[in-house]
């Protein structure tokens, strides 16, 4: 079955700082991955997906990520955070032809001034 | 465009009451998706309807939930009787498309269920 593992609840970055959030999924073959944000109150934004092809995969607000095989992974990276980043960021996982998107359990990012 | 439309922003109400949650997803989606978030157990999928056609409703907890999509602008979700462990914020989701990665998931603000 599939699954996707943040394991990171809480991360806390200075202002400026660059950030690195994981996500590690659970699938026989290569799934479709997506990172989304969710700031309070509000619902979820696609921040970023992935198919297939090149594996360092552009977003919105300066965000990108990279899927490795071999780990199972598709971290989600900024290189200088600004505060209005400070939101929960979901990683997701999709089955092909499916539309069966399980989401992880959430990383928390708060932003020191 | 305005987006998913969820109502209301919040709901409290006492275990035992009938609970209607309503959305209206963007115009043209033909795909409308109903989630569960809480601390304990994150997003969950409850039901999914495809051409207001419901698709997959696995993710229905019990016989006390209950989703319709009377047409393409317009869904609920109804719980009868609620109960204190249905507190949670539900989300409606919709898309355009067929296959999972040709359009993402476009989420209303959800609605705070409160049951006391």
């Given amino acids: 079955a599939q699954s996707v593992t943040q394991p990171d609840i809480h991360i806390t970055v200075s202002e400026g700082a660059s950030l690195e959030l994981r996500c590690n999924y659970s699938y026989g073959a290569t799934p479709y991955l997506f990172w989304y944000v969710q700031s309070p109150g509000q619902g979820l934004q696609l921040l970023l997906k992935y198919f297939s092809g090149d594996t360092l995969v552009q977003g919105i607000k300066g965000f990108e990520a990279e899927f490795k095989r071999s780990q199972s992974s598709f971290n989600l990276r900024k290189p200088s955070v600004h505060w209005s980043d400070a939101a929960e960021y979901f990683c997701a996982v999709g089955t092909p032809g499916t539309y069966k998107y399980i989401f992880g359990t959430g990383t928390r990012l708060k932003v020191l001034a | 465009d305005a987006g998913v439309i969820?109502?209301?922003?919040?709901?409290?109400?006492?275990?035992?009451?009938?609970?209607?949650?309503?959305?209206?997803?963007?115009?043209?989606?033909?795909?409308?998706?109903?989630?569960?978030?809480?601390?304990?157990?994150?997003?969950?999928?409850?039901?999914?309807?495809?051409?207001?056609?419901?698709?997959?409703?696995?993710?229905?907890?019990?016989?006390?939930?209950?989703?319709?999509?009377?047409?393409?602008?317009?869904?609920?979700?109804?719980?009868?009787?609620?109960?204190?462990?249905?507190?949670?914020?539900?989300?409606?989701?919709?898309?355009?498309?067929?296959?999972?990665?040709?359009?993402?998931?476009?989420?209303?603000?959800?609605?705070?269920?409160?049951?006391?």
Wanted: proline share 7%.
């Fill in chain 2, 6 to 116: 969820q109502s209301p922003r919040h709901e409290v109400t006492e275990m035992g009451q009938e609970v209607t949650l309503r959305c209206k997803p963007i115009s043209g989606h033909d795909y409308l998706f109903w989630y569960r978030q809480t601390m304990m157990r994150g997003l969950e999928l409850l039901i999914y309807f495809n051409n207001n056609v419901p698709i997959d409703d696995s993710g229905m907890p019990e016989d006390r939930f209950s989703a319709k999509m009377p047409n393409a602008s317009f869904s609920t979700l109804k719980i009868q009787p609620s109960e204190p462990r249905d507190s949670a914020v539900y989300f409606c989701a919709s898309s355009l498309g067929f296959l999972i990665g040709n359009s993402p998931l476009h989420f209303g603000n959800g609605t705070r269920l409160t049951v006391t």
